[in-house]
């Protein structure tokens, strides 16, 4: 007897602990599915618009040069900088660009050669959306949109309905099949005339930076149950500033809520004598070695994946040595991700390494790395700053400042009616 009723506590105990079955007879769990996170990848990527991307010559080429060289990673642009997207489903298609047709095709088709997916979304700066949608723009004093220098319109950073359309794109985007979602123009304007700009809320110089954190905590609160990484691009100083610069952007502060930070240390965007290099456009492994070495005083180096420069800019030429000399520096700052930017998309191949070389980059020695410092200590170059220029910078902004609100004042009612 006593057997009898071992045997059928062991049977009971049995049929309590098995796992659950589907119809299709896949095991289930008993508690809610989690998405786990993607895993981390040592990101080598370069920047495509989706009207390359929509392009097959294009994606010949791209597919040849992701083959071929030590490049891993592709950032494609879903909401350009025009505001235009490239994917339906968003806010009744007011935004909606044919330029990339059957995006779920090709990020398919990436994944096969696993290459890794992330999608640039541009936030607040946007010709679009706020001449559709008013209500979600940066406007005048008396109403209209707000125009920066190139007369484009942007999306208040204080109003939430802007910010959950851009959240919805995100959303939307995640669902597609990217890895990661990247946030760039993650700020206030700083171009043009932005004593003019008002918002939902009168803005705060020591709070604005505040309503970008939030954006990128609801991001992230939608995102991560979803396993999708988050990035942002910032501005290149912002590895050394400690203000929000004016436009929102406290790199810590940011970087506490996201994956990954990507400053944009292009040397060419660098004004001459910062960090005391006389013309940092023509020192490209000084800057950006400079910059990283101050971006890692701040922040996880971990969570470091710069932009670099392959272009040329005012008038000095980049071609294979000044890739090679800025991938150089990263790996020397012990950083090994980053991304080349190109608005055009032509990228200089004999810049990268070969796919199966990819691993062979080797820490360069105390002497060489000094030659390229010019033997001068980092720490007294970050804090270098060309005084002179920044004095001609200030005379230049408060000339550009008086000379908006002066045309601003005799022409605001034909500023306001332009169109795109």
Not at 297 to 312: A, I, N
Request: glycine residues 6%.
């Amino acid at each position: 007897m006593k057997k009898t009723i071992f045997f059928a506590f062991i049977v009971f105990s049995a049929f309590l602990y098995q796992p659950c079955f589907s119809e299709n007879g896949d095991s289930q769990q008993p508690q809610a599915n989690i998405v786990q996170p993607k895993l981390s990848v040592t990101a080598k990527g370069i920047h495509l618009t989706s009207f390359v991307v929509g392009s097959q010559n294009r994606r010949a080429y791209f597919d040849a040069l992701l083959q071929d060289t030590e490049l891993n990673a592709v950032v494609i642009d879903v909401k350009e900088i025009d505001g235009a997207i490239g994917i339906k489903g968003i806010s009744g298609d007011l935004a909606f660009s044919k330029s990339l047709p059957n995006p779920e095709e090709y990020i398919k088709h990436l994944k096969e050669k696993n290459i890794y997916t992330i999608a640039r979304i541009v936030v607040f700066r946007d010709n679009t959306m706020p001449r559709k949608r008013p209500d979600l723009a940066v406007k005048t004093p008396e109403g209209g949109l707000w125009q920066d220098r190139k007369e484009i319109t942007w999306l208040d950073p204080y109003n939430q309905k802007a910010k959950d359309y851009i959240l919805d794109i995100a959303e939307k985007t995640a669902d597609i099949g990217f890895d990661e979602i990247q946030f760039d123009y993650i700020r206030f304007p700083s171009d043009g005339n932005t004593k003019m700009c008002r918002y939902q809320v009168p803005r705060s110089t020591e709070t604005a930076y505040l309503e970008i954190i939030d954006f990128l905590k609801q991001a992230k609160e939608r995102l991560a149950p979803k396993g999708i990484k988050t990035s942002i691009d910032v501005f290149g100083l912002t590895t050394t500033e400690t203000t929000d610069m004016g436009i929102g952007q406290k790199i810590v502060e940011m970087t506490e809520h996201v994956d990954y930070v990507s400053p944009m240390i292009y040397p060419s965007h660098y004004n001459k004598g910062e960090y005391g290099i006389p013309d940092p456009n023509k020192e490209p492994y000084r800057t950006v070695y400079i910059a990283l070495q101050g971006a890692k005083k701040r922040l996880p180096v971990e969570k470091l994946r710069p932009w670099l420069q392959d272009f040329s800019m005012k008038g000095v030429k980049y071609g294979p040595k000044q890739i090679q000399e800025q991938i150089q520096a990263c790996f020397d700052s012990g950083v090994e991700t980053w991304m080349l930017w190109n608005a055009a998309c032509k990228y200089t191949k004999n810049g990268l390494k070969a796919k199966s070389e990819s691993n062979t980059y080797k820490k360069s020695s105390k002497e060489i790395i000094d030659n390229y410092l010019k033997k001068e200590n980092v720490d007294h170059a970050m804090k270098k700053r060309a005084v002179t220029q920044n004095k001609k910078q200030t005379s230049a902004v408060k000339k550009s400042t008086h000379t908006a609100t002066k045309k601003y004042t005799v022409k605001s009612s034909s500023t306001t009616k332009k169109k795109k």
